[in-house]
C-alpha cells in the first residue's frame, strides 16, 4: 500500500528508501521559515494595535497565515485540509469580518498562529539541530579535517578527532546515526502536522454541517428551478400558445372569406400554413420544457407518452405512483434523453422499457438492441444524462459491450434533499 502520510510511510518497513525522510525535513525547515516570519508579523501588528489598528490587522495575519500552513501541510500529508469557514451570507468585508469572528475555526486559528510563532517553530528547530545537525558535522569530519591542515579537527565543537581514520569513522558513525535519527525526526514531524491539521481543517461536525447545508441548497435550487420551468410552460401555454391558435383560425376563416384561386387567397393559405407550422413548433417547444402529462397525471403517463413519440417502437413495463415532481422531471427528462440515444447510435429496433418505485428509489431500466459499445467518454449524451441524475444523489449504470445489447439502469433516491416522496 502506498503511504499517503508520514505515520503510514514510518510504519513501513522501505521508509528510509523513500522520500518521505526527506519530506519530514522539509516540512520541518519550512515550519521554521514560517513561524519567524509570522513571529516579525506578529510583533509588528501588536506594536501598531497601540493605535487601535493592529487587531484587524492581526485578524488578517491569522487569514493570511492559515490558509498557507494548510497548504504547507502537504508537504508532511497528502490528503489535503479543506478550509473549515463558510461562505459570508452577502458580499463585502463586513459579512465576511462578521462570519468569520463567529467561527469557531477562526479562533482555532488564531490559537494555532499563536502557537506556532512562539513555541512550535523554535521546536522545528530544535529537532532539525538534533537530529541533523549532529549526524552531518560528523559525516563532514573529513572534510572539516583537510581543511584544518590534516591534523586535527573538533566535530560539531564537541570532540576532537585525530588523522584521517578517525575522521573517515566518523563519518561513516554520522551516516548511521542520521539514518537512524530519521525516524524519530519523522515521527515528530509527523506530530506537528497531526497537530496542525487538528486545529486548521474543519472537524467531524463541521463538515456534517456544511454537507448539510449544501445539501439543503440544493434542493431548494432544484424546486426553484422545477418551479421556473412549470412557469414557463404555463405561460407559453396559456399566452403564446393560445394567441396562434387564435391565429390559425382567423386565418383559417379569412381564407374562406377570400376569393378562391387569387393573390390574396394564395397568400393568405400560405400564411394559415406557416401559423400552423409555428404552433407546432411551439407545442414541441412547450413539450419540451415540461409535458402538460407530467403534471397531469404522473411519471407513468408521461413515461408511456415518450415510448409512444419514440422513433424506436417500445415495450413499457411501469408501475409507478406519483412522487415528488423534481424526481418525476428528472426521471423522465433522463428516459426521453436515453430513448433519443438509441434511435441515433445504437441502430436499435426495439427497446423495452421498465420502471419500479421500490422503498425509497425509483429504479428504472432501458434495454434495447442495438450495436451496444455506448462509453460516456465519447459524447454520447450520456455524461450530461449522469449529471441530470446526480443533481438528486441518482446514479446511472451502464452495460453495452461492443456488438450489443445496451442496458441503462437509472436509480434515484426518492427524495429530494431530506424532503420524502409525495
Given at each position: ?268 393559405a400560405a400564411a394559415h400554413d406557416q401559423a400552423g407550422k ?145
Open positions: 500500500m502506498t503511504a499517503r502520510n508520514l505515520w503510514q510511510a514510518l510504519a513501513g518497513r522501505a521508509y528510509l528508501r523513500t522520500a518521505w525522510p526527506w519530506r519530514g525535513v522539509a516540512y520541518l525547515g519550512t515550519g521554521v521559515v514560517s513561524g519567524a516570519v509570522a513571529l516579525v508579523g506578529g510583533l509588528v501588528l501588536v506594536a501598531f494595535s497601540a493605535v487601535l489598528v493592529g487587531l484587524p490587522l492581526l485578524l488578517l495575519g491569522v487569514v493570511a497565515l492559515a490558509p498557507a500552513e494548510r497548504r504547507r501541510l502537504r508537504i508532511a500529508d497528502d490528503e489535503p485540509a479543506v478550509d473549515p469557514h463558510r461562505t459570508p451570507p452577502e458580499p463585502g468585508i463586513t459579512a465576511w469580518a462578521r462570519t468569520r469572528v463567529r467561527e469557531r475555526a477562526t479562533w482555532r486559528e488564531f490559537g494555532y498562529s499563536l502557537l506556532h510563532a512562539t513555541v512550535l517553530w523554535p521546536l522545528d528547530l530544535l529537532a532539525l539541530a538534533a537530529g541533523l545537525g549532529v549526524p552531518l558535522a560528523m559525516t563532514a569530519a573529513p572534510l572539516q579535517l583537510a581543511a584544518d591542515g590534516g591534523h586535527e579537527a573538533r566535530v560539531a565543537k564537541l570532540w576532537l578527532v585525530t588523522g584521517y581514520p578517525a575522521a573517515f569513522a566518523s563519518a561513516v558513525a554520522g551516516l548511521l546515526l542520521l539514518a537512524l535519527f530519521l525516524y524519530p525526526l519523522g515521527a515528530f514531524a509527523a506530530a506537528r502536522a497531526a497537530l496542525a491539521r487538528a486545529l486548521l481543517a474543519p472537524r467531524e461536525a463541521e463538515l456534517r454541517t456544511r454537507i448539510g447545508e449544501v445539501t439543503r441548497s440544493r434542493a431548494r435550487l432544484v424546486a426553484a428551478f422545477e418551479a421556473e420551468r412549470r412557469r414557463i410552460e404555463r405561460d407559453l401555454h396559456d399566452g403564446a400558445q393560445q394567441r396562434l391558435v387564435a391565429l390559425t383560425m382567423s386565418l383559417g376563416l379569412a381564407r374562406l372569406d377570400a376569393p378562391p384561386g387569387g393573390p390574396l387567397a394564395e397568400r393568405l409555428a404552433l407546432t413548433e411551439l407545442r414541441e417547444l412547450v413539450h419540451g420544457i415540461h409535458p402538460q402529462v407530467l403534471s397531469d397525471y404522473g411519471l407513468a403517463a408521461a413515461l408511456a407518452d415518450a415510448a409512444d413519440r419514440s422513433g424506436v417502437p417500445v415495450d413499457t413495463d411501469v408501475e409507478l405512483p406519483r412522487l415528488e415532481r423534481p424526481v418525476e422531471t428528472a426521471a423522465y427528462f433522463a428516459v426521453s434523453e436515453a430513448l433519443a440515444n438509441a434511435g441515433k447510435h445504437s441502430d436499435a429496433s426495439r427497446v423495452r422499457l421498465t420502471a419500479r418505485h421500490t422503498g425509497d428509489l425509483l429504479t428504472v431500466e432501458i434495454h434495447d438492441d442495438g450495436i451496444g459499445g455506448a462509453d460516456p467518454e465519447r459524447g454520447t449524451g450520456l455524461t450530461g444524462l449522469a449529471d441530470r441524475l446526480a443533481v438528486l444523489d441518482g446514479t446511472l449504470a451502464i452495460t453495452s459491450p461492443p456488438g450489443g445489447p445496451t442496458v441503462l439502469r437509472l436509480e434515484i433516491p426518492c427524495r429530494t434533499g431530506t424532503h420524502p416522496c409525495a
